[in-house]
Each structure stands twice: as C-alpha cells, then as structure tokens.
C-alpha cells in the first residue's frame, strides 16, 4: 500500500512539473508529458489467454489521461504510447479540439451511440436476449468481441439466428450497430411483405 502511495506521489509531481514546464511552448510532444511505465505479472490462467489477446509486460502511460501502450519491453510500451499519442493528437487537430495540457487531466472521451439509439428497443431486446445481460452500456464502436473470451464470434452469431432468425456471421467486425440494423432491416422487409 505504502508502495502504491508512493508511486502516486511521485507521478502526481512529475505531473506538476510537466504542467509547469508546458507554458514554455504550444505543441507539446509526448517528451513533454508525464509518461510513466510500469511492470505487470503476466498471469498464463488468465480467461484472457486467448490468442487474440495480448498481455503486455509492460504499460507505458501518461499520468492523469487514459492513454496507454503496451510491449514486451519498456521501449516497445513507449513506442505504443507515442503511436496513440499521435493517433490522438492528429484526430484532434481535425476537429479543431485542443491538445491536453501537460500535467493536467485528460478527457475520457465515450464512442458516439447514433446509430444504436436508433434501434433502442431493439438494442435492450438484444442485450437481454442474445448477450444474457440485464444491462449494457453500448455504443456504435461496440462489438460481439467486446462480450466474450472465445476465438471467434460462432457462438453470439448462432444465438442471434436462433433469436432473430438472421444471419450476421459475415460481419467480421462484428459491430453491434451493423448488426442491429442488419435485424432491423430483415424486420423491416417482412412487415412489408406481409401487408395487404
């Protein structure tokens, strides 16, 4: 505990620091934020073993914002932060948003739920039926992966046919959005059909 208290207090003064030092300057790079790399036990029982998932030794971060990388070693975690970093900073630059001052706190920024809300009902039907959940915060960003540990989506696939009577197994992203309105669509269509 006394360790973790210390950790903290260390980071919460690099933080000051950065902050401090970030008036000298507008585009700040990633060597002007905090950044932070810690070591983690990689656990071989993990339901997240699967193929498909990476545990990562390391994790570089900047302190007070959600953003990460992750590698084998403490270079290769730096090198997923500066790539994140970028990703961020080029997408902000697009939208005209100002970069996160060094030091301070970062947003946490949520996927927009357009295109989810527009099936609403269907998307709590969903989460009920197909994912066994009483409640789901999903968004247009979400998928069928996010909700299992498995290989492949097989299993949710099969369950949304034998629920829904449609067929999403070529949606290799599996996005929920694209699914819904995929079900939404084949609702649709038979409504109509079967109008006089």
Do not use: S
């Given at each position: 505990m006394t360790f973790k208290r210390s950790v903290r207090f260390k980071n919460q003064i690099l933080a000051?620091?950065?902050r401090c030092f970030s008036f000298r300057k507008r585009d700040w790079q990633l060597s002007d934020y905090p950044v932070a790399i810690r070591e983690q036990k990689i656990d071989p029982d993990s339901q997240f073993s699967a193929p498909r998932f990476t545990q990562h030794r390391y994790i570089a971060y900047i302190v007070?914002?959600?953003l990460t990388g992750g590698?084998?070693?403490?270079?290769?975690a730096?090198?997923?932060l500066q790539n994140q970093f970028e990703s961020v900073k080029d997408k902000w630059k697009l939208e005209a948003k100002p970069?996160?001052?060094p030091g301070t706190r970062g947003p946490i920024e949520f996927a927009s739920q357009d295109r989810i809300s527009v099936n609403q009902e269907l998307s709590e039907d969903f989460i009920r039926r197909v994912l066994e959940l009483d409640w789901a915060w999903i968004s247009d960003e979400s998928s069928l992966w996010d909700f299992h540990t498995s290989e492949t989506n097989e299993?949710?696939?099969?369950?949304?046919?034998?629920v829904y009577g449609v067929d999403v197994s070529d949606i290799e992203s599996g996005k929920l959005s694209e699914i819904l309105d995929r079900i939404a669509a084949t609702r649709a269509s038979a409504l109509l059909r079967y109008e006089p």
């Open positions: 000051f620091w950065k007070n914002w959600a590698g084998g070693t403490p270079q290769e730096l090198h997923g970069l996160v001052r299993l949710l696939c099969t369950k949304i046919m034998q």
